[in-house]
DNA sequence: CGCTGATTTGAAGAGAGTCAATCGAGGTGG
DNA sequence: CCACCTCGATTGACTCTCTTCAAATCAGCG
């Protein structure tokens, strides 16, 4: 299950895109730098801040967002086990975000100029790593679709869902649930709404039958149902195997 | 200005990524398999079609939107000369959302199947499309910011601010203003609100001298204080220059 | 000249925010 | 062992932004 990714969390990532050759696996394992890990709450890479590391997750949950002038914040993306945490940040050479993990977490480190001679000595990979990115930002787009033009209990049940098929794909969760350690205040920064709507939110998908959140748990009670309130398509999702052989 | 793209728009968006060699300048020429031209309002890439080929824009205004089944839409962007379109459908070979020509386009064509050769030809390219996909990224989470935490108002301001400097970067527009093809309905469709609130949206930052939508054209009257007023930090959009040398 | 599409404006209603108070669990120090 | 504190969850009352419904205006055009 998630012990999979704790081995080699981007042999197993970009495997889902590309075929990967022993040479290639070899180079992707001299990519690892270290492992390190981070208490829940202290940022891990400040907005504005320019840095030469990115990180894929091993173990926990971080949040990557974006803080407004006035105090707001609006949450991108959460990420879980098996996802990069700053890699469009290395890329542009410049953080337009913040990240910080929501539990304690642990890493592996890339430093950018590996991750570039990487991609000059087994090109293959550049076009895995395109690929996952396309696949993150496929989610963002999502995520702009919840929050533009769903109400608030479309946009949260949506939300659910999707991160239970995320979960789902790295063997932490199910069709009944997942553990989740995100607070109201975080899930109402990701969705654009204020702890108190999201509060009253939870409790009419609750009292409907769908989907418990209580004590760091998600519950769906009716899947199927959910899925068609939400109006729900996890295509945007599907891993459809190698798509390079 | 504009004319420039008219020749190699490849080489351009990507050579502002990765200082192109003439080999790889060849490369990308062999690319443009050929011109072709769409009128406004025929739908280009259709939502859930898996297709063959990506376009770059030479001439004219698209979008891409996803379309709910309750028939509402939301636009996730507008593509001006220069910008890739469709280019996330063929990585995943699935397309998520539909592509519409705004006004009439001209483009050129590029194969999946080319752009994969190419990039194992030429590995460096590989590189630059990820570059120019993670900042087409960017573009994406400071849109779903602007949707999620910023009121009616900032939205717009911030929203006509960030496309008039991707369009002065393409040498199409100024810090007084640009040509804007663009009608309330779609603002309304990009930006999450009904169109009769983007109409009374923008006369109050009109009559507050800030900025005048009509006619096709938007004005800035007094781009600092709008700027101000929006809280616009253009860091995200900026052209650093050759990354890889 | 009448059509259609885009813009504009008014009035009423709904969804979500704000303010404020309560409650419960966990942690900490006396 | 208990008082105290903090953080998250919960709920009620009121407010306000934005939507919906409706209608009028205007321009281009066959």
Redesign the pocket.
């Given at each position: 299950m998630g012990q999979l990714w704790d081995m080699r969390p981007l042999a197993r990532k970009l495997g889902a895109f590309v075929a990967l050759t022993d040479d290639e696996l070899t180079v992707l394992d001299g990519l690892h730098k270290r492992r390190r890990t981070f208490v829940a709450g202290r940022e891990l890479v400040h907005q504005g801040q320019s840095d030469r590391s990115a990180y894929v997750m091993i173990s926990g949950w971080a949040c990557s967002y974006k803080l407004l002038p006035d105090g707001q914040r609006q949450i991108v993306d959460f990420q879980i086990p098996g996802d990069f945490l700053g890699l469009r940040s290395i890329l542009l050479h410049m953080s337009d975000h913040t990240i910080e993990p929501v539990t304690d977490i642990e890493v592996t480190e890339i430093h950018v100029s590996d991750l570039l001679d990487a991609f000059a000595s087994a090109p293959r990979l550049a076009t895995a790593v395109l690929w996952a990115a396309s696949r993150d930002e496929a989610m963002v787009v999502e995520h702009l679709v919840d929050v533009g033009r769903?109400?608030?209990?479309q946009?949260m049940a949506h939300f659910l869902l999707e991160l239970g098929s995320r979960l789902t794909l790295a063997g932490m969760g199910s069709r009944d649930g997942f553990a989740c350690p995100?607070?109201?205040?975080l899930l109402?920064d990701a969705l654009?709404?204020?702890?108190?709507?999201?509060?009253?939110?939870?409790?009419q998908l609750r009292e409907a039958g769908m989907v418990t959140?209580?004590d760091g748990q998600v519950t769906f009670q009716d899947h199927d149902r959910l899925a068609e309130f939400a109006e729900f398509d996890p295509t945007y999702l599907d891993q459809v195997g190698p798509l390079l052989t």
């Open positions: 769903r109400d608030a209990a946009r995100l607070t109201q205040y109402a654009g709404l204020s702890s108190v709507h999201v509060n009253r939110v939870l409790r959140f209580r």
